[in-house]
């Protein structure tokens, strides 16, 4: 497959005289009759913990390893909150009448249904620390889209001289040279051997021309627990997704050209664009998780979630999309996302929506082509007084890959636009130098931006400059120079599988199968080809369809292998 963000938060570009400002809203959340159930520190003995982290860390892949332990001390680099809930703590929870939804990993807690009483039971569990309700809107696109009209095409953004012919950009020339991309480009920074996931609410146009070199390791919809991220049949509309998608990704040369062409992508459906779901924020984390465990080097989410918070709660501590981005971060992830489209609201209705607020993610703001504020990019700074937006890119008139045929292009307006370009510029730095921390990656965005020596609340460090940025990483000395990720010597066929399933390249001791929650499955058996000792065939009739991680190690000096696998 040739080939993913959340909160839609785009409205395409209409003819009319004056930009319209968008009408402000004051939705009314609501209860869904779910629960948040977050958890006491589980005790477990040092052996019962060291088979806990060696579970989790045979789920990752060299890749996802590798990256962690940049950041992480610890051998395997597993921390407490990566580990799953504990069977027993489940089936307690379970015993009160309680239904699990899903846990979430980072945050040490489940989500639950239940009816007051089976609540009021788990309430009095010892291991329960906190009960949250899991609100809902019935539709975000009123508090979050904005009008912009063509005439935010008309100034021409200030451009230092110097830089490429604008013929091979085409349509994204301005977007591109306002935050000096074509410069990048040409010094051979263009995303390859970097793995950049895209969390929306689908991708329903990955046929388009600017798609036809896409490289997708890996593709899940949370939504709809399959692997098509499309619309197909599906909950959810994928337009969004493949705006997105295209401005990070895109190549049509001549004609479009995307942040980061070369990179590898790893694409996740967690958003419904029609309609809030109730576990949207819970959906976000799974996808987090399953990002992180397949090494996700940038992560680009063009959500927001702000319409059940208060401004107070965007202090970096309390939104759970926000908690749970900081703990990816702190796993060697960079991860970028928007602020979101609510400027022009009143006070404080216009302030950064979560995950954004968090104190380890790039907060994206959105800037017109000729560089100054769009008033409809959400202002900070955050409840406790730090600076957001992080860095600004263009997000007015954005040109993307239309979603109706595969051929065309359009321009649409949104943070959401700021945030893959950000995160392209984030991939071109790591392109750089692979062993910067993404504390490191945030420090040269934002000291090789517009407004370093001066941020402020409207577009934080200012409009990011790619030439500079790049610049700025080649010369950042690191210490110890952790060994970069492996390649893959794991290989897996047929995949897509049936019952059947041949592995090579290894001479593996342990074979295990995780699905993308995390959790351990059992096969039926594993047979040996003969005496060939490096080739195995196991028998996987009993999973049911879905997507699952075969792990297994090396025979030799125990580096764990992993590969992604569809039934």
């Given at each position: 497959m040739r080939g993913f963000i959340l909160v839609i938060l785009l409205q395409p570009l209409v003819s009319i005289a004056a930009t319209v400002e968008a009408p402000v809203f004051h939705p009314s959340?609501?209860?869904?009759?779910?629960?948040?159930?977050?958890?006491?520190?589980?005790?477990?003995?040092?052996?019962?913990?060291?088979?806990?982290?060696?579970?989790?860390?045979?789920?990752?892949?060299?890749?996802?390893?590798?990256?962690?332990?940049?950041?992480?001390?610890?051998?395997?680099?597993?921390?407490?909150?990566?580990l799953p809930v504990s069977r027993e703590r489940l089936r307690a929870i379970e015993a009160t009448g309680c239904r699990v939804v899903r846990t979430l990993r980072y945050l040490n807690a489940v989500t639950v249904e239940a009816p007051p009483e089976a609540l009021a039971r788990a309430r009095g569990l010892e291991f329960i620390r906190k009960v949250r309700p899991v609100m809902a809107l019935p539709s975000l696109?009123?508090?979050?889209?904005?009008?912009?009209?063509?005439?935010?095409?008309?100034?021409?953004?200030?451009?230092?001289?110097?830089?490429?012919?604008?013929?091979?950009?085409?349509?994204?020339?301005?977007?591109?040279?306002?935050?000096?991309?074509?410069?990048?480009?040409?010094?051979?920074?263009?995303?390859?051997?970097?793995?950049?996931?895209?969390?929306?609410?689908?991708?329903?146009?990955?046929?388009?021309?600017?798609?036809?070199?896409?490289?997708?390791?890996?593709?899940?919809?949370?939504?709809?627990?399959?692997?098509?991220?499309?619309?197909?049949?599906?909950?959810?509309?994928?337009?969004?997704?493949?705006?997105?998608?295209?401005?990070?990704?895109?190549?049509?040369?001549?004609?479009?050209?995307?942040?980061?062409?070369?990179?590898?992508?790893?694409?996740?459906?967690?958003?419904?664009?029609?309609?809030?779901?109730?576990?949207?924020?819970?959906?976000?984390?799974?996808?987090?998780?399953?990002?992180?465990?397949?090494?996700?080097?940038?992560?680009?989410?063009?959500?927001?979630?702000?319409?059940?918070?208060?401004?107070?709660?965007?202090?970096?501590?309390?939104?759970?999309?926000?908690?749970?981005?900081?703990?990816?971060?702190?796993a060697g992830m960079v991860i970028v996302n928007s602020v979101g489209n609510s400027g022009r609201n009143p006070y404080p209705h216009s302030k950064i929506g979560a995950p954004a607020d968090g104190r380890l993610v790039v907060g994206a703001g959105g800037v017109r082509p000729d560089s100054s504020y769009w008033t409809a990019s959400s202002r900070g700074p955050t409840y406790d007084g730090r600076i957001k937006p992080d860095v600004a890119a263009q997000s007015s008139a954005v040109y993307t890959a239309s979603v109706l045929n595969d051929t065309s292009y359009f321009n649409y307006s949104g943070t959401s636009f700021a945030c893959p370009m950000v995160a392209g510029v984030a991939a071109l730095i790591l392109e750089a130098n692979?062993?910067?921390?993404?504390?490191?990656?945030?420090?040269?965005?934002?000291?090789?931006?517009?407004?370093?020596?001066?941020?402020?609340?409207?577009?934080?460090?200012?409009?990011?400059?790619?030439?500079?940025?790049?610049?700025?990483?080649?010369?950042?000395?690191?210490?110890?120079?952790?060994?970069?990720?492996?390649?893959?010597?794991?290989?897996?066929?047929?995949?897509?599988?049936?019952?059947?399933?041949?592995?090579?390249?290894?001479?593996?001791?342990?074979?295990?199968?995780?699905?993308v929650t995390g959790r351990r499955v059992d096969i039926s058996r594993i047979i040996r080809n003969g005496s060939n000792d490096r080739s195995a065939s196991l028998d996987f009739s009993s999973l049911p369809a879905g997507k699952y991680m075969l792990c297994t190690d090396d025979g030799n000096s125990g580096a764990h292998l992993g590969v992604v696998l569809i039934r």
């Open positions: 959340p609501k209860p869904t009759g779910r629960h948040w159930l977050f958890l006491t520190v589980e005790e477990l003995t040092p052996t019962e913990l060291d088979r806990a982290r060696n579970d989790v860390a045979r789920s990752l892949t060299p890749r996802s390893l590798a990256r962690r332990r940049k950041v992480i001390g610890l051998d395997p680099p597993v921390r407490r909150c990566d696109h009123q508090n979050t889209q904005s009008v912009e009209n063509h005439h935010d095409r008309n100034p021409q953004p200030v451009l230092p001289s110097g830089r490429d012919d604008p013929e091979d950009y085409g349509l994204t020339w301005w977007q591109s040279a306002l935050v000096n991309l074509p410069a990048a480009h040409r010094l051979g920074y263009r995303g390859r051997s970097i793995l950049i996931g895209v969390q929306d609410a689908g991708f329903n146009n990955l046929d388009h021309r600017c798609f036809r070199h896409l490289e997708v390791v890996a593709a899940y919809d949370f939504l709809n627990g399959d692997d098509n991220v499309g619309d197909e049949g599906d909950i959810g509309n994928g337009a969004h997704g493949t705006r997105t998608l295209s401005v990070i990704a895109g190549l049509d040369s001549g004609r479009f050209i995307g942040a980061a062409p070369e990179a590898h992508f790893v694409l996740t459906k967690t958003e419904d664009s029609e309609e809030e779901y109730p576990v949207e924020e819970d959906l976000w984390v799974a996808g987090l998780w399953f990002h992180d465990s397949l090494g996700v080097d940038v992560l680009s989410s063009s959500v927001s979630y702000r319409a059940w918070y208060d401004y107070e709660d965007m202090d970096g501590e309390t939104a759970v999309t926000t908690r749970a981005a900081d703990s990816a971060a702190a692979p062993w910067l921390t993404p504390s490191q990656v945030t420090e040269i965005l934002h000291s090789t931006s517009s407004r370093a020596n001066h941020p402020d609340t409207l577009t934080g460090y200012g409009i990011i400059n790619a030439l500079e940025a790049v610049y700025r990483a080649e010369a950042v000395v690191t210490g110890t120079k952790p060994a970069p990720p492996q390649t893959l010597i794991l290989t897996a066929y047929p995949n897509p599988f049936n019952g059947r399933l041949t592995i090579e390249g290894v001479n593996p001791r342990i074979i295990e199968v995780y699905d």
